[in-house]
């Protein structure tokens, strides 16, 4: 498996990968061009203002020497600032410190307490300034990276500074900044009732995010506790990180974890952001069993997670600034990275492997919309990065969990282990679909020698066979104890009989093996030239009626209709009257099979009704249709029409068998007429 095929394989789906991301983030992006906002002189402040109101009132400064001082932006003498270069607010990875100016006017009649808000939760240096119209200076938030988050004048996770402005005044606000990050930080304006507003939303959604990562986390070690698997560490590291980073991002952690730490603060992005792809290729590692099953994986895992921690111990003293923006480009590398291990592992073991995929696919998207907006400036419109990250990183941790309990589901049986009649009654049902299918691969066999009447059988057998599946599958899971065990005898005597008839015309049919056997759950497989009862004759002791045979017939394949998102329906307009049971069986079945098979959507209706002549059984449905040459033509055997081809799997046996079938017992199947939607097939009983 690590061959160089497999290696050039991997290594085109991991391109195909990188450019899907790259059209996912353009896509994703609203306009960020480089042309400089106009002045749009002070913002009249009639209520809060967001951020697309504030920024074209923005002016600004870069000072690389970091010699400006607020006194420089008092007076005639002030320096001159620019209209913002974009949109927003967004200077890059610069060493410079920042200087934004913001003039304003209250124009409500009542309003004089308001809040400068920067949703952002901590900055190795900000200041924010108030400059009235007479050039007196109040300082409403002053900070660096040894200040506590005691220093902050609002005790809230990100930056807010009350300012007052009475009706009519007009003031200056000057920020000043410098981060170790991108110099990204858009700035709002909020009264105290809109602020409270904010926070009250804010809070709810990272409480929900905190409880719901706590949970999984501490599933995760009750797991690892208890079934000492070492995925579960990992695991349990991953969703640790995820909750500190998302914590760190929102300053709940600066809030509530370290408050009087803000040197560790200002790198804690650093150290959880690496946490996140170490434990993540770790988790890959582990729980993709590389070493064992893929070794070359192995090794790009193993890379990358040694990439994040030699980055961390070169960088973290010489040029934090250059770390954090290379980690910026490692969260994509190493998305990317572990999403490939899964498509490589998935080649061969989907099914251990699909919850780990679903969640680096979930996790793809944030990744994407990060990285777009920290490395290249690339605003996503439709949702914030935080806000994508969390819902991204929920999935995903969501899904490594999933991922982790499916495999290891096996190891402990679950609190609600199904009752032992139900167990019982499962064993015996499957034991008899096993000898179904043991018959059904000798009849299958046959069919080669016993030509088109042979292929008839195949072809009957087939779509119950798969209904069955359906049906026994639904039980097996436990999605279904209420399944009306009845149900399944009709189809399976149905079967049982077809198989037998088969097994009783070939030469010493009359002492096959499979004639010796006998079906569990009560009922008896009788020798191939002794077809057994329909499970409805079989607890009755008489053959069903027209009733009798329509129910068994759409039970048998409701599964498979609602496994197509189909109503299947049966109306009997008609009472009840004898009628030869095997036969009709066989011929509505291939009517609903066929029905259901070329039905995309919408319903299938089987009818009984009573005519001048006669019973009539009609199926109709709201496929392409079946009339005129086109009815006729299917009738032919081995004949199938174009428009059909490419819609379902089939041999052209369908109504052709029907056909032979309705002519062997006197009946006549003819196709309804002035029908302008589906098709409708009538067979006259008379």
């Known amino acids: 498996m690590a061959g160089r095929g497999g290696v050039g394989i991997a290594a085109a789906e991991f391109i195909r990968l990188a450019w899907m991301v790259l059209a996912l983030a353009c896509a994703a992006a609203s306009g960020t061009g480089p042309a400089a906002a106009a002045d749009a002189g ?37 320096v001159e600032m620019m209209p913002l270069p974009g949109p927003r607010p967004d200077f890059g990875y610069t060493n410079a410190k920042v200087w934004l100016r913001l003039d304003v006017v209250n124009a409500t009649d009542g309003l004089d307490e ?6 952002v939760s901590f900055l190795q240096r900000l200041a924010i300034y108030r400059i009235g119209s007479d050039g007196a200076v109040a300082t409403l938030f002053d900070i660096d990276e040894e200040s506590p988050f005691s220093a902050r004048p609002v005790d809230y996770p990100h930056i807010v500074a ?19 990050g991108a110099a990204r930080h858009p700035v709002l304006i909020d009264t105290p009732e809109s602020f409270a507003s904010r926070a009250g939303v804010s809070t709810a959604k990272n409480y929900a995010f905190y409880g719901m990562m706590l949970v999984m986390t501490a599933l995760a070690a009750v797991a690892l506790v208890i079934l000492r698997q070492a995925v579960f560490a990992a695991y349990a590291a991953y969703t640790s990180c995820i909750f ?26 650093t150290v959880t952001g690496s946490g996140l792809m170490v434990f993540g290729g770790v988790f890959a590692m582990s729980f993709l069993q590389t070493r064992r099953h893929h070794p070359i994986m192995h090794r790009v895992l193993l890379g990358v997670v040694l990439s994040v921690l030699a980055l961390d111990v070169v960088l973290w003293s010489i040029d934090p600034k250059l770390l954090n923006r290379l980690l910026v480009y490692m969260i994509l590398v190493s998305v990317l990275s572990f999403l490939a291990a899964g498509l490589v592992a998935a080649r061969t073991r989907f099914r251990e492997v699909r919850f780990y995929l679903f969640a680096w696919l979930a996790s ?30 929920i999935f995903d941790a969501l899904m490594m969990g999933l991922a982790i309990f ?14 032992l009649a139900h167990a019982q009654r499962n064993l015996a049902l499957g034991q008899r679909l096993a000898l179904l299918e043991e018959s ?41 104890k209420t399944t009306d065990v009845g149900q399944i005898e009709s189809a399976l005597g149905y079967m049982e009989r077809l198989v037998a008839d088969r097994l009783a015309d070939r030469p010493g049919g009359a002492t096959s093996a499979a004639g010796a056997r006998s079906a569990p759950g009560g009922g008896a497989m009788v020798p191939p030239d002794s077809a057994p009862p329909p499970a409805s004759e079989a607890a009755t002791g008489t053959e069903p009626g027209l009733h009798g045979v329509l129910k068994g017939v759409v039970d048998m394949f409701a599964p498979e209709a609602a496994e197509k998102g189909l109503d299947l329906r049966l109306v009997l307009a008609a009472p009840d009257a004898p009628a030869a049971a095997y036969p009709l069986m066989r011929v509505a079945a291939n009517l609903v099979s066929n029905a259901i ?58 109504l052709a068998v029907v056909k032979e079938v309705a002519d062997a017992n006197g009946w006549r199947l003819s196709a309804c007429a002035g029908r302008r939607t589906g098709a409708s097939l009538r067979l006259d009983l008379s």
């Open 364 to 393: 793809l998207i944030p990744a994407s919309l990060f990285t777009a907006r920290f490395a290249f400036g690339i605003e996503a419109a439709f949702i914030t990065p935080y806000d994508a990250i969390r819902l991204g990183l």
């Open 597 to 654: 098979k070329y039905t995309r959507q919408g319903r299938v209706v089987v009818g009984l009704r009573r005519g001048a002549s006669g019973y009539f059984v009609e199926v109709h449905d709201t496929g392409p249709g079946l009339a005129g040459d086109a009815f006729e033509r299917a009738l032919l055997r081995n004949q199938r029409l174009e428009r059909d081809v490419d819609a379902a799997e089939g041999s052209g046996l369908g």
């Open 42 to 78: 002070p913002l009249v402040l009639t209520g809060p203002a967001d951020g697309e109101t504030v920024n074209p009132h923005l002016r600004y400064r870069l000072d690389p020497g970091w010699t400006l001082s607020v006194a420089d932006f008092v007076g005639p003498a002030a």
């Open 406 to 419: 499916d495999r290891y589901n096996h190891l402990r049986q679950t609190a609600m282990e199904e009752t």
């Open 114 to 119: 308001w809040r400068l808000f920067m949703p």
């Open 244 to 269: 500190l980073y998302i914590a760190h991002a929102d300053g709940m952690a600066f809030q509530y974890l370290w408050p009087d730490f803000p040197a560790f603060n200002s790198m804690a992005a």
């Open 162 to 180: 009350p300012f007052l402005l009475a009706p009519g005044e007009r003031a200056t606000l000057l920020v000043s900044y410098y981060s170790l």
């Open 440 to 480: 059904y691969a000798e009849v299958s066999t046959q069919a080669r020698q016993r030509e088109e009447s042979v292929k008839d059988t195949v072809h009957d057998l087939r779509q119950p066979m798969h209904a069955l599946r359906l049906s026994l599958r639904q039980i097996f899971a436990g999605g279904n």
